[in-house]
Structures are given as structure tokens and as C-alpha cells.
């Protein structure tokens, strides 16, 4: 039992569940005990002085004492680099083959006995003891990788390796995954290890259900993306710089990469976010589009409950007239809906969708059938002595798919077919890590368990972070089978890079308080700097007591999130809008009403967002990354390019200071313009938070008639403005039609032009100026 795992024993103890996660905690010691090899004396080793080259197309290999080096540039301008014989693939990260090398970048001499390979967007250099370099087409230094490190048993076995790289000392770091301790990676260390906290979490609780080796730094010379290519569990230490420190001169910022294993591999894109973000989504793959109904206010009914509950939560809503696109239903309880078919049917005809909850332990049970079938084709995670590794579940012992296994992954694809003929229309994965801690049970897997990953076999120290990923795959893979017509609608509580190819992610256990709340926006702005653009948390949180202001106020930011969803918790009891009284209620209804009125612009972005990579929700500093006062803001954020939002995130306040990019902006409440690059205070009274829109932005949105209308922002004198609209085309797979206004001012009035000719075609209403 680890340190994570007596803390929890402890919050738990006195009860039934404390003494079940101790003991499987004591025996997934005792079985990695005898399962994992004792690693013993081991030998350092680094690169060496260079004793050669061989060019190869997009770069080549330098030789070293005791390392080679790969590097290639890719057609798309990404770099790769791989120690030791690496090469991109095999990767989980990777979608289809990798990019074909530049054969523009070669292979040339540098100074003092080193090579480096030059390309149009980039410069790798490589010094003659190991050291890596990236440079701009200025020869301006992005980050210095030193000479790597391994440490190899002597006995032979897998190597664990240290890779320390130096920014620029104004350089601020983002990424890593959802993290709860803030957007902006502070000077500290991140475990690369993904595992539920606890049925809950608060700033100090690290990893969380969604990390990858993915780091976005921003500084003065440039924005890069760097993904080491491993998955192994490991852990990344982040020391900010400092400008002026000692004597004047600069501290440089540091990253510190310490990996148990795997190889020594990475990728590295520069450039504008806006092109980072597109080329880190050539290589991982275009995120899955959600259908539009997933873009609408859901809610998650937790626990057992009976068909009576279901459409008492439904009827809460229709009589209110609160709008709800789906409810998600766990189907822990599913003897309480003989009919649930009769049920979706009616639900779906007032425009609400059911989602099921799906973990996936399987009861290991004589006469429970899906453990049979599992067994029949071995679809189950063994240990070293072939046996099923089980767990503990408060129904009973379980087992775990091995989702590395392509069996395995097809065996349980075909199960969707089941949930989606009972009158599903989506899936949320939860406690998929597998979970360390579930709030049903324990369902962890020893690190000596063992897995095929993709038929080169391992143990789980390498699998388990992207076991949330394989379930996603194998998911997406059984809806989309299934039902070939609809645009498949999947969501997971663990991931890793790439899973944004299968759907979105849910950071379902964070804490009901105000850090609580400011770790949502850090969550789901650190997943969009990733590659995951379809992701939120719960509104609310999990556990914990909820004031009627902070559930507001966390209802408010929600509603601008991509991923919009109230819940139940089981501890707390009902969390609907009208269980905080009156004035909520009515507050929540008009949050509610403009999230429905901005359902177009929603549809849009989620557009974008699979042919760019771009995130719904951005940092405020997404288009103009040289601002530092812009990177070092986290409490607001742009939602696409035309609206700037600024939850209130402190307890009892009604006004707030918000940053402003440069260009004139205007309070969508009260139509006041304020002029940007600066800080401005701005009301924030109970009954909404501040949104402010860019001048000339052009935002599709759902007018009083019900269609669709084009909300237009005055552009400022002399300038000009504009935006894109992608049309709701249906659940299906149509290809999307992008449109393209601009406006300008033209005789003192505002004008709306299609980009190349012709009518406009919407409803037109401009506001501002």
C-alpha cells in the first residue's frame, strides 16, 4: 500500500468499502511483489562524443560513443527525434501512418563538430556530445534538450531514462493533460500516471484521470508544442525562469522528463497556437464531432433510480421550461427499467437523449454471460501466471478488458449494439483509468498485470495510461459499427493523446467548492491545449455541500463550456437548478436560455475545432501569445475567436477585473465598449457573469423564431471584422459547409457581406457602435 492509497483507506476507515480498499490494496502489493522484476545494480550511460552521420530523407542519424540519434523533419513542418533506434511507430498516439519526411531538410555540418538540419520552419541542431537545439528561421533558441541520460540494470531489462530541456526564462508552460492545480504549469512536479483521486480532488491531488507527456510553451521567441511519445508512468518536474536572476543574467526555464521505462522519442511543432494546434492534429488525428444535441445542456442521474425517478427528473425540467438534450443514466440499476426502450422513445420525442454510464469491470461470476463470452475469446488482463486479475467491486469480483488487445477491443464493441437497441444514443466511460478509487469500489489493476499491446506484450506500468484510450476506441469503433448513419457520441474520464479521434472527456470528480470551481476552467483549457476541444465538468462538482451562489455561479461557466452538465451527486443528494430556491432558478433559466440562443456558434466551433484542431475554449492569449500579461491569465478565457468570458470565480463577488486582448470590445449586457490591450472592472452582478464580444465579429445564433440568425458586432471606425458559420447539417456525417461573412463600416452604417457574393441568406442583427 502506497502513500495515495493509505490516504484513502483512511478517509474511508470504520467502513466496508475502507476495508475492501485496503486489503486489494495489500494484494495488488503482494502480487507486484512476486510479478514485477527487482531492478538491482544499474549503469548510467549517456550519448557520448559524435563519432558520425548518414543523411536519410528529412534529416538523418548521428552516431554517438554509445547512442545514436534519429531526426526527420515531416512534410507538415513537425519535427521528430528518436535515441536508440526509435521510431515513431509503433504509436497509440498516431493516427494512420506518420507524415512522409521534407525532402527539403537535409542533413549539414554546425559549428564545433556537431550537424544540424534545416528546414523552412525550423532548425534542429545537435552538438557533437548529444544536446538538441530547436530554433526559429532567425536562429532564435525555442528549447535546449542537454545530452539525455539512462539508467540501464545490469542485468539487462528496460532502461528508465532523465531528459532535462531549457526555455527562454519568460517562457510559461501549459498542457500535460487536465490538470487541477491551475492552467499555467507552475514550478512543481506532475505525475504522468493517470488515476482517479478519490471520488474527489482539489488542487493539491496530482495526476488526475487525463495526463500525457504534452507540454505547450509560450514565450517571447515563440510557441511550441512538444509530445514525448511514451506511456509509460513517469513524471515531469517544471522550475519557471527568471529574467534578471543573478548578477542580471537570465535563469532559463526548465523541464525535467523522468520516464520508468520506454523509449526516448518526441515530437516538437512550432508556430502560431493557431498552427500549432493544426499540426499537433495532423499527427493525432481530427477530433470526433459531437452531434449537435451534445452541444445542449445534459444532465447525469447517478445511482439506481426507477423509471418513475427518470421522468420525474425530465417533467422538472419540461415544467420549469428548462431546456435538456440529454440524461445520463447509470445502469447500475438497470432491473429498475423493464422498460426502458418504451422510455428513451418518449424521452426522445420532447428532445431528450439518454447517455448510459459504462465502467469497465465485468462481475467474474458463474452464469453472468458477458464474463463468460469475455473468457471464452481472452479478452481479460492476466497476471504473469496467466490467472484473471481481479478486483473488488461492492457487487462483487471483477475483471478488466485488455483494451491493448484488438480482441479484445472488437469483443467488446460489439456490446454497444445492446445499449444502443435499449434506446441509447451515447456512452460515457467512467472510472477507466482503471480507477485506483471508485466511489463503488476499488477497481485498480496491478502494475505486473499484464497486457498485449497490440501483440509485443507488457505489463501495466506501460499500459495503464492509455487504457482509458483503448476503451474509448473500442467504443467509437461498436457505436459507429452499429449505427453507421450517426455521428457516434462517446465521452471518457480518461484518455490520453489521441483520444479526442473517439470523443471527449469529463473531469466528473471535482471537489463542490470554489477551488473546486476554478479547477473546471483549468481542466478544460489545459485539455483544449492538447488536442481535447469537447470537454467539461460537472456542474457542481461531486462531493461536498453547494451554496445557491456557487452553484450559480458554477451553473454560469458551464453553460460556455463545451461540455454542459449538471449532476446528481450520490452523497449530496439532487443538484437540479430549482433545489437552490427562486432566485437561482431564475438566474439558471437565463444561463440556460442564452447557452440554447449560442447553440449555433456551438455547432460552429465544434466545426472548426475537427478540421483545425482549434479548441472551443482558449487561453485569452490564443491570438496574441507575445502579450505577457495575456499568459498569465487564467481566469478567462475566449470561447472561439468572438467572445471573451469571465466567470466569477470568488465567493460573494459582483464585480471583476478582466484583461482585455488588443481591439475594442464590447459587454454584451450592456452594449459599453472598452478598448483593449488592458484591465478593465466590470460588473458582475448574481444574475450574470461578464461576456464580452470582439468588434466586427460576426456570431451565428438562434433567433426568436427559432432559426438561425447572424448576431453582428459593430466593427471600431477604419477597421473591419468578420466571422465563419458552419450550418447544423444533422447527427450525420455530411460534410460541413463553412460560410464567410466580414463587415465594415461603410456611410455610418454597418455592413454584412458574404465572403464571394450573394446574399447574405440570415437574419441580420448588429449591436454595438
Known sequence: MDGRDLVRSVKLVGTVQGLRFARSAWRRRRTDAWGLRQRGPERARVPGAVTGAEPQPGGGVMRFARSELRVMVAAGGAV?????????????????????????????????????????????AVSRHGGVEVRTPGGVVLRRDVPPRWW??????????????????????????????????????????NSDPGGSFSGGDEPLSVTMPVQLVVSDAGTHLVFHDNTWEGRVTVREGEEGAGSGHDRPGLSE???????????????????????????????????????????????PGS????????????????????????????????????????????????????????????????????????????????????????????????FTDPGARAWWGALYKERLAQGFSGVWHE???????????????????????????????????????????????G?????????????????WAGVQRYGGTCSGGVPAGWPGLRASLSLVLGLGLCGVPYSGTDVGGFRGTLSPELYLRWFQLGAHLPLFRTRGAVTTGPREPWEFGPQVLA??????????????????LSHLAR??????????????????????????????????????????????????????????????????????????????????????????????????????????????GGGLVVRDAGDGWERAEIERFTTRVSGGRVLVEREGGGQVGLPVRVLGG
Request: glycine fraction near 14%; include cysteine; charge should be neutral.
Open 80 to 124: 521528430f527525434w528518436g535515441w536508440d533506434g526509435a521510431s515513431p511507430e509503433p504509436s497509440y498516439a498516431l493516427v494512420g501512418a506518420y507524415p512522409e519526411p521534407d525532402p527539403r531538410a537535409e542533413l549539414e555540418p554546425d559549428k564545433d563538430g556537431g550537424w544540424q538540419v534545416v528546414s523552412e520552419r525550423l532548425t534542429v
Open 152 to 193: 540501464e540494470p545490469v542485468a539487462g531489462g528496460r532502461a528508465r531514462w532523465l531528459q532535462r530541456s531549457e526555455v527562454p526564462a519568460d517562457a510559461r508552460f501549459f498542457g500535460l493533460g487536465g490538470r487541477s492545480s491551475g492552467f499555467r504549469l507552475r514550478s512543481g512536479t506532475y505525475p504522468l500516471w
Open 257 to 303: 522528463l523522468r520516464m520508468d521505462g520506454g523509449p526516448l522519442r518526441c515530437w516538437v511543432v512550432a508556430g502560431t497556437p493557431t498552427r500549432v494546434l493544426r499540426g499537433w492534429t495532423a499527427l493525432t488525428g481530427a477530433p470526433a464531432l459531437p452531434p449537435s444535441w451534445a452541444l445542449g445542456p445534459q444532465h447525469a442521474r447517478r445511482g
Open 307 to 402: 423509471e418513475g425517478e427518470v421522468r420525474q427528473v425530465v417533467a422538472g425540467y419540461e415544467e420549469r421550461g428548462l431546456p435538456l438534450s440529454a440524461l445520463h443514466l447509470d445502469m447500475g440499476g438497470r432491473e429498475g427499467f423493464p422498460g426502458l426502450p418504451r422510455v428513451a422513445t418518449d424521452l426522445r420525442e420532447s428532445g431528450v437523449r439518454l447517455v448510459s454510464v459504462l465502467g469497465p469491470a465485468v462481475r467474474a461470476e458463474p452464469g453472468n454471460a458477458l464474463y463468460e463470452s469475455g473468457t471464452a475469446v481472452g479478452a481479460f488482463v492476466r497476471d504473469v501466471q496467466g490467472n484473471e486479475v481481479r478486483g473488488a467491486l461492492r457487487s462483487g469480483e471483477s475483471v478488466y478488458p485488455d
Open 431 to 477: 472510472v477507466n483509468e482503471p480507477a485506483a478509487f471508485a466511489p463503488f469500489g476499488e477497481a485498480t489493476l496491478p502494475r505486473s498485470a499484464r497486457h498485449d499491446l497490440e501483440g509485443r506484450g507488457g505489463d501495466h506500468r506501460e499500459a495503464r495510461n492509455v487504457y482509458g484510450l483503448g476503451m474509448a476506441r473500442s467504443g467509437f469503433e
Open 479 to 495: 457505436l459507429q459499427k452499429a449505427r453507421s448513419r450517426e455521428r457516434p457520441f462517446l465521452f471518457s474520464c480518461s484518455g
Open 587 to 604: 438566474h439558471a433559466r437565463a444561463a440556460l436560455a442564452e447557452r440554447e440562443r449560442l447553440r449555433p456558434y456551438f455547432v460552429t
Open 611 to 720: 478540421l483545425t484542431g482549434a479548441p472551443y475554449v482558449r487561453p485569452v492569449w490564443w491570438g496574441a501569445p507575445e502579450d505577457r500579461a495575456l499568459r498569465d491569465c487564467e481566469d478567462a478565457f475566449l470561447l472561439g475567436d468572438c467572445l471573451l468570458v469571465a466567470p466569477v470565480l470568488e465567493r460573494g463577488a459582483d464585480r471583476r477585473a478582466v484583461r482585455l486582448p488588443r481591439g475594442r470590445w464590447y459587454d454584451t449586457a450592456t452594449g459599453e465598449a472598452y478598448e483593449g490591450p488592458g484591465q478593465v472592472l466590470l460588473e458582475a452582478p448574481l444574475s450574470r457573469i461578464p461576456v464580452l464580444a470582439r468588434a466586427g465579429a460576426v456570431i451565428p445564433v438562434r433567433g426568436d423564431d427559432g432559426g438561425q440568425a447572424l448576431e453582428v458586432w459593430a466593427p471600431a471606425a477604419g477597421r473591419s
